[in-house]
């Protein structure tokens, strides 16, 4: 059984900068963030196969979130640069035990470790 827990939400203005972290008790092979706003489908940000540079990101995010992990390979950040009122939500880390849940669309229902989820509020 893993357990992950997720740090680092807050309120920034539009534009401005966040950084989450995700701990993983354990062993895993694909972590994910994802978010949900109020009135919205759960939704997929970036997923990194663990002990590798592969990743993955949502179009609404490239270019503006980084995914990255801490060489324990147990810890995961996703840096969210230029903010935007859109990403506002509730962001939550995913864990699973295969690499090949790390791809394109990456559905949560692959993803059997979830954190509490942090909230992220971005003001215009």
């Known amino acids: 059984q893993v357990q992950v827990a997720e740090s680092g939400g807050g309120s920034v203005q539009a534009g401005g900068s966040l950084r989450l972290s995700c701990v993983a008790s354990?062993?895993?092979?694909?972590m994910a963030w994802f978010r949900k706003a109020p009135g919205k489908e759960r939704e997929g940000v970036a997923n990194?196969?663990?002990?590798?540079?592969?990743?993955d990101y949502a179009d609404s995010v490239k270019g503006r979130f980084t995914i990255s992990q801490h060489r324990d390979w147990k810890t995961m950040y996703l840096q969210m640069d230029s903010l935007k009122p859109e990403d506002t939500a509730m962001y939550y880390c995913?864990?699973?035990?295969?690499?090949?849940?790390?791809?394109?669309?990456?559905?949560?229902?692959?993803?059997?470790?979830w954190g509490q989820g942090t909230q992220v509020t971005v003001s215009s």
């Open positions: 995913a864990a699973g035990l295969s690499y090949s849940y790390c791809r394109a669309g990456f559905p949560p229902q692959d993803f059997g470790y």
């Open positions: 354990g062993h895993t092979y694909c």
């Open positions: 990194i196969r663990t002990g590798t540079s592969t990743v």
